[in-house]
């Protein structure tokens, strides 16, 4: 059945998403993906899709599942890419009703080739996220001040409630700090309201730290994913770490990610293209009627 679907990518910030009817969209932090079925949807009736990458069929899907895989991450294997892909075709998130069950179908199957991809190439890689490297670089038995409420942030808890670390999210939405609060074991507080202490830092949101970090007399480790708006000139008393420093602990050799990448491509293209043959004599099956209906 994945010889309909459509995928439109751009790994560029886009400043308003798009406005397609009929297309899933799924953002992350690298890149925007919007997903249809070309029984319904077209993009020859949108003119602007054609300065973006545009997939069909089988190579869409094998597009789709590199991504989820982490070969097309920043931070070559990521795990992070793979839990936003399913909370976004969970059920609760998937917009597009007449194609509920054709992106379930497509969620599920992807979800199965990704574990097969990771196991075969990526396992062990567990630090290759980057709550892993929080894990790795945060020291243990200490506070830790998470500055967001994001997906990310939701994504790394995990890995920093590891070695009796005590977590306080510092954000300003209060029902999202609730919603963390009530599934980990984290306390929380109003930006405005924070106090400085020793605590260790986690920058995975935009709010401006200069009056914080002025009062931040002690050494402590500083972790930001900000990317660009890193701090130039960190003061010498910060054990710091940029995005950029960080990606560059987490990568592999650019040796070892030369040699796997093609390998990982390979084998895709290869489950992708049994699953094909597996229904070239059934074009249009069962599973296939939800996608006509009103």
């Known amino acids: 059945m994945w ?13 308003k998403p798009l406005d397609l009817p009929d297309f899933e969209a799924w953002h992350t932090c690298q890149r925007s993906i919007y997903l249809s079925d070309t029984r319904i949807a077209s993009f020859y009736q949108f003119p602007e899709l054609s300065k973006y990458e545009i997939y069909t069929g ?29 909370e976004k075709f969970s059920l609760d998130y998937i917009v597009q009703d007449p194609l509920k069950d054709f992106f379930v179908k497509l969620r599920d199957q992807i979800l199965e080739h990704c574990k097969i991809v990771r196991s075969a190439f990526l396992h062990g890689h567990g630090r290759i996220s980057y709550g892993g490297i929080a894990d790795l670089l945060l020291p243990a038995n200490e506070e830790v001040a998470i500055f967001g409420t994001g997906k990310l942030v ?12 005590k977590i306080t999210i510092i954000g300003r939405n209060c029902e999202r700090m609730k919603e963390l609060e009530n599934f980990f074991p984290i306390s929380t507080s109003f930006y405005e309201d924070f ?12 709010i401006p730290l200069d009056s914080i970090l002025e009062n931040k007399k002690e050494k402590f480790t500083f972790l930001d994913f900000r990317g660009e708006a890193a701090i130039s000139s960190p003061k010498k008393e910060w054990n710091y770490y940029s995005l950029d420093k960080i990606m560059q602990i ?6 070892h990610i030369n040699t796997i990448k093609p ?3 390979q084998f895709i293209s290869e489950l992708s293209t049994d699953r094909e043959q597996e229904l070239i004599h059934l074009p249009h099956g069962w599973d296939d009627l939800s996608c006509y209906q009103n």
Do not use: C, M, W
Request: aromatic share 8%; charged share 25%; net charge neutral.
């Open 58 to 86: 089988y190579e869409a899907y094998r597009f789709l599942l590199e991504v989820v895989t982490g070969v097309h991450s920043k931070v070559f294997g990521e795990s992070e890419v793979l839990a936003q892909f399913k």
């Open 250 to 255: 987490i990568s592999e050799s650019e040796d």
């Open 263 to 265: 390998k990982i491509i």
């Open 195 to 206: 106090e400085i202490g020793k605590e260790n830092f986690i920058l995975a949101s935009p």
């Open 3 to 15: 010889s309909n679907l459509l995928l439109i990518h751009t790994d560029k910030v886009l400043k």
């Open 154 to 165: 939701q994504s790394i808890i995990p890995h920093i409630l590891k070695k009796n670390r």
